[in-house]
């Protein structure tokens, strides 16, 4: 994670966090990375961005209200752009490519995020609810200091496991993630999951404070039903 003594951290952490945003791990590159980035800069580190809970949400619905047709992809590019601008960092995006950068791979390495049994990434305090939005690639000349994190894997203690046994339709199982099972329950009017969010992820007992609310949760499931064309 990152060292919060430095002034540069701070303002940075302010700045993302003035937008609904959070710094959710770090780590330092290596020489697996050198594909990484094609400018005159290489980068020495990695931050991971992304929201946690519906921190994001009063911040994309604003802007949405006065840009007819802006997307979460559109508004997160716009305000991440303009925060690495700043503070003089490139920024990578899960959803543009080719090429496609591994962010499941990079939240591995920063110790502090992990693989839960229904696929998602977990954070030991946030749990489920928190998304990718972007990647800071610092350079080698920048300040701020980077370290790496070496926090305990939260569904380690979970004997329980709700989220393998409360989907309504058993998507979610050790042998995998039944997608079209999935999509087609909550193509279904006047489900829970499509109102307030994925059941089997709301079972989850780690970071249930931060679960989305639900006009946050029912906009990512409409948008979900609208790409595979069930709206």
Aim: a neutral charge.
């Amino acid at each position: 994670m990152f060292d919060d003594s430095a002034k540069p951290l701070s303002d940075l952490t302010s700045s993302l966090r003035n937008n609904g945003l959070e710094l959710l791990g770090s780590f330092e590159l290596d020489q697996r990375d050198r594909w990484l980035h094609e400018g005159t800069r290489q980068p020495r580190a990695i931050a991971l961005v992304g929201n946690v809970g519906s921190d994001i949400w009063p911040h994309f619905d604003a802007a949405r209200q006065g840009r007819s047709g802006l997307t979460l992809d559109q508004w997160t590019e716009d305000t991440i752009d303009g925060i690495a601008s700043n503070f003089g960092f490139d920024a990578v995006y899960p959803f543009k490519g080719p090429p496609y950068y591994p962010f499941i791979e990079w939240a591995k390495r920063t110790g502090s995020l992990f693989s839960s049994p229904i696929g998602l990434t977990i954070h030991p305090i946030y749990g489920l609810w928190i998304a990718f939005r972007a990647a800071l690639l610092i350079s080698q000349d920048h300040p701020i200091d980077v370290k790496g994190s070496s926090a305990q894997h939260p569904c380690d203690s979970c004997r329980s496991r709700p989220c393998l046994t409360t989907c309504p339709v058993n998507a979610f199982t050790e042998t995998g993630y039944h997608f079209e099972a999935c999509l087609d329950h909550i193509a279904t009017p006047d489900n829970a999951c499509r109102e307030g969010g994925c059941l089997a992820r709301r079972s989850c007992p780690v970071g249930s404070a931060h679960r989305y609310k639900n006009p946050h949760a029912a906009f990512h499931m409409a948008q979900l039903l609208r790409a595979h064309s069930k709206t």
